[in-house]
């Protein structure tokens, strides 16, 4: 059986297969096919944006098209989430080159349907053409559920910060593909599935929203960058007790192994998905919301001792 | 003066620049900046989403950056009004690789926020990544303004088919472009204005929707595809005057200089973004709108001879 591409079906027999795959809008809606969707979201409507482009954020030896899919909604999703707010629809863009498996192009299809639908939302349009390398768009519309909008903004000295989720698997896990030993991989499968595939908490995150949250952010670039992101947004300093930081089931073995300080992953690795909030002193926490430091008057984030918090990435290499 | 890269600056700093020209949200909204923006809107979201790839969708050596940034919004804005909407927020995503000139992104940005205000909307989200090619993702989202989405599928034998707008501009400007002649471009330079920025009539494609509209697409892929798209939604067929086809000024001029029948970009070229609706018998036309031919049971597009319409693409340049 020779692999169709998507120069054999063509960019129209391409949507055809994709259509089918994400199945028709709901009653009273306008689902995928049409100039554009229509979806019946009641009140304000959060809304993010994502591109992702193989090579730089995905690999396609390392993970399934269905994974890669999956952690493209995820990466979406857990910013609706962040918000307070609930995922309803997806907007997929899709680039290939036309040597580009149908098979491939369905799977990362049929990841992003299941992480939606693990969020509450589906697939309604998008977007398919020709690229040199593949790349993915993932707009995620949603609705509050919140009282308002949790801004990164918010966040007041008193408050205490605390964490939604477990830090440093994604970090652990990639350090572990890196590697690129089977028999590690296989030892530290549960990291290395974490970095393929994060599970972000989004009711918990929602949760933090209805309990009273100032502040929040999913733990996108790194625990220790998006503390920075909301304590400059809020003008504020964050104080963060490191080992109350909740680090991800196999982090600790995986850095044993690799010669690794956990700490670094759990502080500096991006894509754990986790939410960070900050959270009024009256506020109930939900359960399986951990404490970890609290906000202060100034500027920057610190540990305990007042050292500064080290991590985080720029795409671009750069400076500032 | 050294040029500042994307490298120079990074991607916060880029991301800074960005949130500057782009500007704050309204009162009450959430602007660029945080997690997710949020928008009040009000009732059912209309959504679209489109990737534009260098090289392949646009070129930097043919169209400035902001010419470029303004047809991206035009290509998604078009997409809600043709069902029968008005975009009110854009969400994009940017690519490009570290060597890009922060000006090339600052312009392209420039053109998007432009052609949202002329479209009756603004930016109020987006990501920024690394990738090999410069990239743009513009996702659309507006409020319906006619009294119910006007789809693909709706068009009924009896019905007239209308033009908003006019045809051929874009392909005969790239056919002036691709000639690398600059006497032919400055001689032709209306349609080459054109094909790298198209104005769609955006307020026309409500009044068609207001007036009862029963199926409605804009000419992106070219009017004969496009005319394709709605007879095999509406599981019609269509017969259109030639004749009666509203063609762009500058066309036939374009077309005795190069050669060309007219008649092949007005019928093949995409990108003008008219609008082709179907409207009822009863129903009004609004002043601007060309009557080129009627709705008839059957399948295919033809003229009046009976000979099926040729033209449209595909981006794979793939069968089916």
Known sequence: ??????????????????????????????????????????????????????????????????????????????????????????????????????????GLMRGLVDEAARAGARVVGGDVVRSESLLLSVTALGTLLGPHPVQRSGACPGDRVVVAGSLGASAAGLAVLMT????????????????????????????LARAGASAMIDTSDGFAADAGHVARASGVGLVVDCAALPVAAGVAAAGHALGVDPLTWVLGGGEDHAFLATMPAGADLPDGVQVVGEVVEGSGVVDTAGRPLAGGHDHFGGGS
């Open 1 to 106: 059986v020779v692999e169709q591409t998507l120069a054999d079906v063509g960019e129209f027999g391409l949507v055809d297969r994709l259509l089918e795959l994400v199945g028709p809008g709901r009653p009273g809606e306008v689902g995928p096919g049409d100039d554009a969707a229509v979806v019946g979201l009641v009140g304000p409507v959060v809304a993010t944006t994502d591109v992702l482009v193989e090579g730089l954020h995905f690999r396609l030896d390392w993970a399934e098209p269905l994974e890669v899919g999956a952690k493209a909604a995820a990466q979406s999703c857990a910013d609706v989430a962040a918000m307070g707010g609930r995922t309803d629809a997806l907007l997929v863009g899709f680039g290939g080159p036309p040597s580009t498996p149908v098979e491939l192009a369905l």
């Open 180 to 207: 690129s030993d089977p028999g590690l991989r296989k030892q530290h499968a549960g990291v290395v599935a974490r970095h393929r595939r994060p599970v972000p908490d989004y009711d918990l995150a929602v949760a």
